[in-house]
């Protein structure tokens, strides 16, 4: 028998090469996908490029969600390959082989499957690492090579993982067999005939727990709680889906079935039948392409918006080349830092331009009506950000010779949310005269999405002491907020090499300086910061170029199980509509009619998953335009664009693969009813 095992474990592998080659095919890619990810996490965990830390984290996360994904990928496929072959090991059985023996070749064609894929996931993953690895660098701005490993350790995580996959599959195929009578093996393939019932409880239950997830995507308007709510609404989506497609459909059916007048007539009659039963035997199936692809629209669209917009990204959180800010510093200690800073520059050979230097505080509190409540812990569904100035630093930046009273300030409100002549804030009532903010605010805060952003203009010496600004919090007393030196300014030319120069020269003439300032030495509680906004840029970039390049590999996961999946559905209908086909034509229908009926059951059933992935995508938007916002990704064209490019892509990915496994379904249709193309009027194709 030891001899017979491999014999028969070939034999059977090549005589249901459609179902093999395509587990072959998958199964390999998924080694492929896992040694790459785990060698390029390697490679970036010794590269010294800004956010190399960050980009390597998140392909460690990748390598964790690949693992999970070929484990339940695997598990599913050889559920439907056990179901195909259930017929054959019954024979198995009827002939004289005992389950032990039926064990033996399952065991065997595991062991040859697992090597097949291992040997060839593992040669493809090293063969085409590289390429791999020059793609990452490139996302992440090609500024610092990745260094390129085939690390042992990989190989080693991949031959557990995987050996451990092949064999629980290989368990439960064994316990399958074990269980069932030899009749139940000859049968298997065939149940799931009778018509389902119509569960409306659970169908009302898949509708109510989608319509919740949609009404948390829409409904949501802080970006913090969209980012704390978006786990629970994608969970309430999935089981609703799937209780949708298993329960919900059906009753559907059912309904239309019970509409005498509609559904007996021709057209109806078969279409509504093939429905009902398709949907018993291929619910779960086509919920789970539903949710897969829904998976890959959001992944790819989303980490493409973020590459897509690094420059806009990093306008937004750092305007000028360099970006200074300082607090708590005494009376010159600033002019001594623009002073070693135009000395350095002119060292340098560049000029100084388009400065900005100002003095303000910066609070934040919720809106109600026109009263501002300066309290963080306030609930409100109006937020506001404020670059509170006074008179006489806004007259020194502005060249103007504005004069206030005490009871009066002046407002920049660059959205044109204000209306009123009075404003409510700092526990008093201010009379408004609305401005245009020469430069503009200092600090772009349009990337908090829900967050008004307002520049404002006081004289109220009951509000300034010292450095610091005084105002009441509600229910807590009185706070301050002390003032921030911002200086910041572009480099003529914008050329890398002087920014970095300078800046870092500037660095080491700070760590200097500060020494002998009266504010370090007292102990005052000196703060400052300093950004070079190019080298941010590559730590942007290298994180979002990294969280793109994770994207594509995520989307290629779920692109290969949904593409399986509906493979396997395409073989699935052919033998069962084989035999549907046959009996239609026995009771009195014609080809033409036999073919529209089936045809149009095909249609409707894969592209149900399609239809319902972007309906899903569509009511997520919201949600993850408020979640990139987060991200200081706010160019909401850009993100709409994104989206509807990589919809019109996969959803042609998704039509290829499709009109392709088709071709399989009406070879098998063709093949096992009999029907000759020649004598009754052409292909079905």
């Not at 030319?493 to 120069?501: F, K, V």
Request: net charge neutral; proline share 2%; glycine share 8%.
């Amino acid at each position: 028998m030891l001899k017979l095992y491999p014999k028969l474990a070939w034999q059977n592998l090549r005589n249901n090469y459609r179902v093999t080659v395509p587990y072959l095919l998958s199964g390999a890619g998924m080694v492929v996908m896992f040694y790459m990810i785990g060698s390029i996490t390697i490679g970036c965990s010794q590269a010294e490029f800004f956010g190399a830390r960050s980009a390597g984290a998140m392909m460690e996360l990748g390598s964790v969600i690949v693992a999970i994904f070929s484990a339940i990928f695997l598990f599913y496929t050889n559920s439907f390959l056990m179901k195909r072959r259930k017929k054959e090991l019954g024979l198995y059985n009827i002939l004289g082989m005992e389950k032990r023996h039926i064990a033996g070749v399952i065991l065997t064609e595991t062991l040859i499957t697992a090597v097949i894929c291992l040997v060839l996931g593992l040669g493809l993953g090293v063969a085409f690492s590289k390429m791999f690895f020059l793609i990452l660098e490139k996302f992440i701005g090609g500024l610092s090579p990745i260094p390129f490993v085939i690390p042992p350790a990989v190989f080693v995580y991949t031959f557990i993982l995987f050996g451990a996959i092949f064999l629980l599959t290989a368990c439960y195929n064994i316990l399958q067999v074990r269980l069932s009578k030899p009749i139940e093996l000859l049968h298997g393939g065939e149940m799931g005939e009778k018509e389902p019932k119509a569960h409306w409880l659970l169908a009302i239950l898949g509708i109510g727990l989608l319509g919740a997830g949609y009404y948390l995507a829409v409904s949501i308007q802080e970006p913090m709680e969209a980012l704390a709510m978006f786990f629970v609404a994608v969970i309430l989506v999935i089981f609703g889906t799937y209780l949708v497609f298993i329960t919900g459909i059906t009753a559907m059916l059912k309904l239309l079935k019970k509409n005498k007048s509609f559904y007996y007539q021709t057209r109806h009659f078969t279409t509504i039948s093939g429905m009902l039963y398709r949907m018993k035997q291929n619910a779960a199936g086509l919920a789970s392409i539903c949710i897969l692809f829904t998976c890959l629209l959001v992944t790819v669209s989303t980490t493409f918006s973020l590459y897509t917009g690094i420059d806009d990204m990093v306008k937004v959180r750092y305007p000028r080349d360099l970006d200074l800010s300082f607090s708590h510093t005494a009376a010159g200690e600033l002019d001594s830092v623009k002073e070693a800073l135009s000395r350095l520059c002119k060292e340098q050979g560049v000029e100084m331009e388009n400065i900005v230097d100002r003095r303000f505080w910066q609070i934040a509190g919720s809106r109600v009506d026109n009263t501002f409540h300066i309290n963080y812990g306030l609930a409100s569904n109006t937020y506001a950000s404020f670059e509170v100035y006074s008179l006489e630093e806004y007259n020194r930046f502005s060249g103007e010779n504005r004069a206030l009273d005490a009871g009066e300030v002046l407002l920049y409100d660059p959205e044109g949310l204000f209306e009123g002549d009075t404003i409510g804030i700092f526990g008093k009532e201010y009379q408004v005269t609305e401005i245009d903010m020469p430069g503009g605010k200092a600090i772009d805060t349009s990337y908090l999405m829900g967050y008004q952003g307002y520049a404002l203009v006081v004289n109220d010496p009951a509000l300034t002491e010292g450095d610091q600004l005084l105002f009441p919090v509600d229910g807590e007393g009185q706070t301050y907020a002390t003032a921030e030196n911002l200086y910041q300014f572009d480099i003529a030319g914008h050329n890398r090499e002087d920014i970095c120069a300078i800046y870092d020269r500037f660095i080491e003439w700070l760590m200097e300086a500060k020494d002998s300032w009266e504010s370090y030495k007292n102990g005052d509680g000196l703060t400052w910061s300093a950004r070079n906004a190019l080298e941010s840029r590559e730590e942007v970039t290298s994180l979002y170029g990294g969280v793109f390049f994770l994207g594509l590999f995520m989307g290629a996961v779920f692109l290969t199980g949904t593409t399986l999946i509906i493979y396997y559905k395409q073989v699935s209908e052919g033998y069962e509509d084989a035999n549907r086909f046959g009996i239609m034509q026995k009771v009195g229908m014609s080809h033409q009619e036999v073919k529209k009926s089936i045809h149009s059951q095909v249609l409707m059933v894969f592209f149900l998953p399609l239809v319902t992935a972007l309906l899903h995508l569509c009511f997520a938007f919201p949600m993850l335009h408020k979640i990139l916002a987060l991200m200081s990704m706010i160019n909401f064209h850009l993100i709409l664009f994104s989206v509807i490019g990589c919809v019109l892509v996969f959803g042609l990915v998704y039509l290829l693969i499709y009109l392709r496994t088709a071709r399989t379904y009406y070879k098998i249709v063709e093949a096992a009813s009999g029907f000759s193309p020649k004598s009754r009027g052409g292909r079905w194709k």
